[in-house]
């Protein structure tokens, strides 16, 4: 089949000098020599907004969670600076930094129950939060002021001095909010981000290529709260009163609708999104009554115009500018199967229901050892990889990787281990290039994947290179060099399953599990994908593989282990298993296999 | 001379911009089975997807002499084409009595007798019939597709790969039961990697090779013919013959 060459996947950059550039000046010009005293005010509202946007952008555009807390966050950083500000008469020194921890601080304690739900729920979950947090509010009259609200919040002062309403508040504010775009480049333009990708388009595509899940979904919702604490408090300062509307649904609404018509991932968007929606009720004023109506059709128009986003219409016009990253030389990786360790699994069981699905199940593993698993459907395979990956509970038994006991580890655990796990159908994140991927999973396997790492600069630039450099390298391996940059959805079945080996390779494991790779390949895919393995087990990697092809497996395998009904029924070599007469009645029936 | 139950004329395909299918031309007659044989990206799946009408071609697509190429796949299904989809897409929450009762668009003695013959065809489907789908195993999803298929009582099948998962024994039954079929006058289009097992059930054999055929004929003779081998050897994408070792080619 012939494909066109895919496009050249344009590096996520500050770059695009040119827009930037006008941005910015249009933003000056604007502030120093036409706005009045009222458009200097919204100007300051919309840096506020944009600060929240860029916020939300990490929980709801990278981590692709709908949170809908980010309003309660954004309230309760006003509410800290406007009761520490008017009844302790803290400087902005200090309000600031507590208006970012408070609504940090409670996105920690609330992220380890919440974190773990399913989307809607987690949405219903943050939206219950974000009502508490109104409640409260008006409740704790004494405190906040209840409905009224308090006034008479104090203004910025820096380094002693009273920063004046208009345009040094305006510059001040945006001045934060560059340094918040600045921060959020940072941190997602590496593998980071690309992390981020995989984790919101198939979270078992992300477990497989090793990525810590839990941790950059925390992070991505404490940084959503910090933005928001801080976004919140620039707000206060701005208008002089915080009331409970700053923690209404509305707030949250407007979050939402400006990040979407911005765009949820890029900066570009936030800050697009922000100034417009910002303005554009300013704009539409003239319309008197009907402002409103022409409100709700414009955004309703760009949502069904630019789904992606006015940074997405902005990336796609300055894509033709972008210079194509271009690949790196491979940088050969050295696979020492440094990790490999005997895998010893005993009397491993698993009911599901009333079903037996594991009856007391031995195995041993080698290093540098190719176990071939067999059975009939439903004879509980998959089910026992799953068990030895942590995907699924045993009820008893034992499992120790060399003196290590996995029993009770999570999948994660036991994926740093060393165990890496393929799919009957490969788990891959559609939009990556297959270099970007298994990039991806040579950096996880190098812990360089979490915003500290990100922060620090070591997953981008040359250190990004350098695990392009070996991902390509991995790639050649399985012979898809000629296919680095081709998104991962536009492989076939066959090609996809060896990005799914070169992902496992890049993860430097010391057990491979495969579930049915040879599926879908032709006969001569098969015989190389039998030397490939066989190779990769001669660096002592050991390899457990799942498969019903038996012309490919039993001259591929150096033991054969067949299950029945969740029992072990027979162990050898091939020669042995394929005379075996209670596994020919139970499995091979009268299939002619190679001599 | 009847009309065939399936002709296809320059039925041409294209992704992205690019030419997955090039002016495929082939027939299927009543009671044949026919293979599509062809390496991983030879367009095999695409042209099961372009006759069932989940994607738009170009050229003609007849079904007893009427042209169907202009009809939503939903009513070319209720014109009695069957197919089984390339990884199985089933309802992950339907239970397996309920995919399967959905698939024969049938009621009363009609769908209870087709539920029989599935189960006959695969017993381990018997014992679960109340299960939902994403609890199976794979190869019994595989199974539920299919009989998910056969309930519709197709006139014409398109398999796509249909052994895939399957263990052995019961990919020799379920060759076994496409004879059958095929018997009983249901035209069956089987696409398959495995070519031993293609040639060992289908009468007539189209053989891909980069969205064009490459070779066709009888099965017995084109077994012996170079241009099959020529067909799976045009293959672009090979595994690395240099080894783990070798520094491979940066770039092509």
Redesign the interface.
Known sequence: ????APPPSPRRSLGDDAFWAVLLLTLMLYACTLASPYELRVLTLAGCQALLVLGYQFIFGHAGALSLAQGAFFGLGAYATAILGTRYHWGFAATFPLSILTPLALSAVVALPVLRLASHYFALATLGLAQVALLLVVNAGDWTGGALGLTGVPGIALLGAAVPRGLPLAAVVWAVVAAGAWLSWRLTHGLTGTAYVVLRSDALAASATGLPQTRLRFCAFLLSAAYAGAAGALQAHTLGVVSSETLEFSVMVACLAMTVIGGSTRIAGALLGALLLTYLPEWLRFLQGYALLAYGVALLAMIILAPEGLAGILGRALAGRRRAAG????A?VR?TGSRAATLEVRGLTKR?GGVLALDRVDLIIEPGEILGLI?????G???LANVISGLVTPDAGAMRLGSRGLRGLSAEKIARAGIARGF??PALPPSLSTLELVALARASAAGRIGFLASLLGRDSGERRRRFEAEA??L??????????ERPCA?L????AG?VELARMLALDPGLIIL??PA???????QA??G??LR??A??GIALLVIE?N?PFLLPTAHRIVVLDQGRVIAKGKPAEIRRDPAVIAA?????RLPA | MTEPLLALDGLSVALRGAAALDRISLTVGAGEVVALLGANGAGKSTLLKAIIGLLPSRGAIQHEGTEINRLSPARRARRGLGYVPEGRRLFPGMSVRDTLLVGSRAGGRAAAERLAGALELFPDLRPRLATPAWQLSGGQQQMLAIGRALMGAPKLLLLDEPSLGLAPMLVDELLERTRTLAAEGVGILLAEQSVARALGVASRVYALAHGRIVAQGPADELSRSPALERAFLGADIALSSQGLNSQPEARR
């Open positions: 089949m012939t494909l066109a690949l790196p030389p491979a050969p696979l599901f059975g009939p459907n439903g004879s395979k998959t089910t009957q159908t390509l390298d790639l050649g391996r399985v012979g898809l060099a000629s296919e680095a536009t076939p079945p066959g090609l060896r579930d049915e599926a879908g390949l032709g006969e001569r895919e190389e994908l030397a490939t190779e990769i001669g660096r019903h038996m499995y091979l029936g009268r299939e």
